[in-house]
């Protein structure tokens, strides 16, 4: 029974770790690999298009009366470089501690943002990560605050609106930028842009009304992406359109589903937040409390293909000789946890920390990231900071794992009597239960007490894969070495003997140091019970490390140095109590018995 509770124990854990692996890595890199060749084909496209000579606007579809208007040359694409596109309007520069860019002055359209502290690759030297750029480009991605107005109004700002500067050309935390524009019914447009040292845009916006009679105008907002990431998100993570707004809370729209969709209009709101979010970065829209709007995620396929979160507010009426004032903020960069909450908590922005994928095991995934982040603080290292983890969470565990051990020890004990039983009752499956459990209660064995070693390490498991996968704070954290990134595979490989020979090796063959490690720990730790009599046990036995071994090669370096960790903790805190059980620790056993020869059938 031993034996077979094992076995059922093995094949169930297999089969998850199997389905796991092929529904977040093989399934999703097959999906990565065809969207990437057909974005490339889209970019072609449009660029030749561009170079036949379309005009910025020609198929553009006009605004309708009270509708956020559409953006000029949302049809053509520049095959110039990010430079020249800049150079074709005037700009604000924007330097703060986090962030350098521009303002363009046609439309006040933040679409030039670079992360400082953020590169493409572990290479310091390497680009910093362009988080917006101008909508001639194929990767064009901008955030643009505007009104939507009427015949009594007159032009009021929109996206082909010209501001002016008045005085302070430069927007840091401590300068914030004036921007003015006045139309031909009495309306002026003061526009006033500040920015934190990290990543949140404040643009105020007061009307005043120097004519005769009152209007009525609405404030909007967009986020809108022309591209969108070239490898797809597993589906551990949403990266696409999302927002969280009045009593329908989050709402999440994978590129892929808003491109069926079309539109998707939630109810009317006071409050919450809208915009579009990758793996690490996001850019998201936080219209004022103080005015009811209208939040909207929409694909538009005139001109040019475009993701759009956008919001509309209701009319705000401004009497004549008066004045109104309404407030949007803008969040553009690096979703980093501390930062995120203390935006959420600070500015009362409602559920931003939701920003964050932390999934639905929310519960499980932040303590986990907190404990980590908070052991990293004191070692400086986030490897240590996982290793760290590993005994702690060890620990809070040891008297419920001390318990399994201990009935595992005692299991082997009455090993002579359980086989004395299956023999005296052999016939009667029956009896030979019902002696099988009487034993067990005289013996105080509780014969699922194994089965919980396994089961406690899988949600941590997966807590701490998400933690490695989704925060930024992983990204680029080295350990030491040659694990330079926790968050990716480890690069080495036994097949090009780590890098001595020099040959690109495919992706399953890429079996690093550290997944290595792992499988020798993993065959261990199986080592440290009986083999089983079962020849097919047997083989699953003696092969699942080497399955695993290349299963985990793809995943996180941080997840394997854990699992690795975490088996050579087991084998210690296993073989302590079967010693002090007086249980046979049987590793070295089995290890002779791997390498003896075996008998011929004939002998």
Known sequence: MENNRNFFITIALSVLILAVWQYFYVLPRSEAQREAARIEQQRVEEQKKAAGGTNPGDTATPAAPGAIPNAPGTDAVTPAGREQALATSKRVTIDTPSLEGSI???????????????????????????????????????????????????AVPGPETVWSVDGNAT?????????????????TFKRTISVDANYMFTVSDTVQNSGTAPVSLSNYGRVTRFDKPAVASTYVLHEGLIGFTGTEGLQEHKYASIEKDKQVTPGKSTDGWLGITDKYWAVTLVPSEKQPFQPRFAYFEDGRHRYQSDFLTDPINVDAGQSATVESEIFAGAKEVAKINAYAEDRHIKRFDLLIDWGWFHFITKPMFWLIDTLYKFFGNFGLAILATTVIVKALFFPLANKSYASMANMKKVQPKMLEIREKYADDKMKQQQAMMELYKTEKINPLAGCWPVALQIPVFFSLYKVLYITIEMRHAPFFGWIQDLAAPDPTSIFNLFGLVPVTLPH????????????????????????????????????????????????????????????????????????????????????????????????
Do not use: C
């Open 171 to 187: 927007l840091t935390p401590s300068t914030p930028v004036t921007l003015t524009y006045s139309n031909d019914k009495g309306l």
């Open 508 to 603: 399953m063959l890429m079996i690093g140091v550290w997944p290595l490690i792992m499988g020798v720990t993993m065959f261990l730790q199986m080592r440290m019970n009986p083999t089983p009599p079962d020849p097919t046990q047997a083989a699953i036995f003696t092969w699942m490390p080497v399955i695993f071994t290349f299963m985990m090669a793809g995943f996180p370096a941080g997840l394997v140095i854990y699992w690795a960790w975490n088996n050579t903790l087991s084998i210690l805190q296993q073989g302590v109590i079967m010693k002090r059980q007086g249980a046979k620790i049987e590793l070295w056993d089995n290890l002779v018995a791997l390498f003896r020869k075996k008998p011929s059938p004939a002998e």
């Open 104 to 154: 363009n002055l046609t439309g006040a359209r933040l679409d030039d943002l670079r992360l400082k502290h953020y590169t493409e690759t572990v290479d310091k030297n390497s680009p910093e990560i362009s988080l917006l750029n101008p909508a001639a480009l194929p990767t064009g991605y901008y955030a643009e605050i505007g009104f939507v107005g009427n015949d009594k109004t007159g």
